[in-house]
C-alpha cells in the first residue's frame, strides 16, 4: 500500500515570495491534515480536512496561508507571501475516516522542509 | 487548552538496554487518547503506541510499553532491549476524544552500539 505522498521534499525561497506544497494522501483516507513543525518543536496542527470541507482550522494563519482539497482527494497548501517565521516542516497525515478520533492511525508524509531567507 | 511536556530533550541509552521517555500532560478532559510517536532521521513519523484514557491497563506493543498514570498525568514510554533503529526523536501527543492532536517537544533518543 502506498504511503502518504508530499512535493516537493525541500524548498528554499525569498521571505514575501509564494510557494505551494502537493500532498497525495493514502487512497480510500477521507481525512487530511497539515501539520507545521518548526525545529525543535512538535507538530503543530494547521488544518484538517474531511472529504474536501474543513473540519478544523483555528491555527492556520489565515492571513497568508490557504489550503485546498477541491475533489476530496490530494491537498495544497499555499504561503503567500512567506515570513522568516514559517521556515520549517510542513508535513501532511491522513486517516480512514477522521470520525473515530484517537481509535484511528493518522499516516504521516516525509513532509516538505522550507527555508526562508 | 492541552499542553504536552517532554522534559527530556535528549537521551542516549546503550544497544540492547532498557530506556524510558517521561511525558506529562495537562487536561481537563477525562475522555482521551495518549500516544508515542516516532521520527527518524527520514522523517517520517509512525505510530509507536497508543493509549486510551479510560483503559486501566497499560498498552504494550512488543518491545516497547507504556507507563500510564491517570491522576498524575504522566505518560512514559519504556523501550526494552534497545536496537540501533531506535534512534529517532519520539514525540508524546494528546489528542481529545473527537480531534486535535496535539504534540509534545520531542525527545531525541540515541542508540549507541
Known amino acids: 500500500e502506498a504511503g502518504v505522498a508530499q512535493s516537493p521534499r525541500y524548498k528554499i525561497i525569498e521571505k514575501r515570495q509564494s510557494v505551494a506544497f502537493w500532498c497525495n494522501p493514502i487512497?480510500?483516507?477521507?481525512?487530511l491534515y497539515w501539520y507545521q513543525q518548526i525545529l525543535g518543536q512538535g507538530p503543530k496542527l494547521l488544518i484538517q480536512?474531511?472529504?474536501?470541507?474543513?473540519?478544523?482550522d483555528s491555527q492556520l494563519p489565515k492571513d497568508r496561508f490557504s489550503a485546498e482539497r477541491l475533489k476530496g482527494v490530494d491537498s495544497t497548501l499555499k504561503i503567500q507571501p512567506a515570513k522568516l517565521e514559517d521556515s520549517a516542516v510542513y508535513l501532511c497525515?491522513?486517516?480512514?475516516?477522521?470520525?473515530?478520533?484517537?481509535?484511528?492511525?493518522?499516516?504521516f508524509g516525509p513532509g516538505t522542509r522550507l527555508l526562508v531567507l | 487548552a492541552q499542553t504536552v511536556t517532554q522534559s527530556q530533550p535528549e537521551m542516549s541509552v546503550q544497544e540492547a538496554e532498557t530506556v524510558t521517555l517521561s511525558c506529562t500532560y495537562d487536561t481537563s478532559e477525562n475522555n482521551y487518547y495518549l500516544f508515542w510517536y516516532k521520527q527518524p532521521p527520514s522523517r517520517q513519523m509512525i505510530l509507536v503506541i497508543r493509549q486510551e484514557a479510560y483503559k486501566q491497563q497499560n498498552a504494550t506493543e512488543n518491545r516497547f510499553s507504556v507507563n500510564f498514570q491517570k491522576a498524575a498525568k504522566s505518560f512514559s514510554l519504556k523501550i526494552s532491549d534497545s536496537q540501533l533503529g531506535d534512534t529517532a526523536m519520539y514525540f508524546c501527543?494528546?489528542?481529545?476524544?473527537?480531534?486535535?492532536?496535539?504534540f509534545g517537544a520531542g525527545t531525541r533518543l540515541t542508540v549507541k552500539p
Open positions: 497525515a491522513s486517516s480512514l475516516s477522521g470520525t473515530r478520533g484517537g481509535q484511528e492511525t493518522q499516516y
Open positions: 501527543a494528546f489528542m481529545k476524544f473527537e480531534n486535535d492532536m496535539r
Open positions: 487512497s480510500g483516507h477521507a481525512t
Open positions: 480536512f474531511q472529504n474536501n470541507g474543513v473540519v478544523d
